[in-house]
């Protein structure tokens, strides 16, 4: 059974960080190119940013270059996104998804992120 399984969301204050952690269970990470998706209240799914499989190719939607950086450990098996100066337009719940961009195979179930003073 495939599974991803986020953590690391919750409240921050405007300019503040928090750091994703997804890990991956049931699929050989290290083949795959793994994303970040979100999706903000009342709004469809939205692409993050994109690493690919060993770590040395990584894209950002603009709105997040230069604040998020994602990466990950082919060893555990796990993805991260470092999320610095937060703004309240990145309040959504965040998922880690296997594949390129918004073209996913497999998607877990999210960790909330509100982002409010």
């Known amino acids: 059974e495939v599974q991803l399984v986020e953590s690391g969301g919750g409240l921050v204050q405007p300019g503040g960080s928090l750091r994703l952690s997804c890990v991956a269970s049931g699929i050989t990470f290290r083949w795959l190119d793994m994303s970040w998706v979100r999706q903000a209240p009342g709004k469809g799914f939205e692409w993050v940013s994109s690493?690919?499989?060993?770590?040395?190719?990584?894209r950002y939607t603009d709105s997040v270059k230069g604040r998020f950086t994602i990466s990950r450990d082919n060893a555990e098996s796990t993805l991260y996104l470092q999320m610095n100066s937060l703004k309240t337009e990145d309040t959504a719940v965040y998922y880690c998804?296997?594949?390129?961009?918004?073209?996913?195979?497999?998607r877990g179930q999210g960790t909330p992120v509100t982002v409010s003073s």
């Open positions: 690493i690919s499989t060993g770590g040395g190719n990584t």
């Open positions: 998804a296997s594949g390129w961009g918004l073209r996913n195979t497999y």
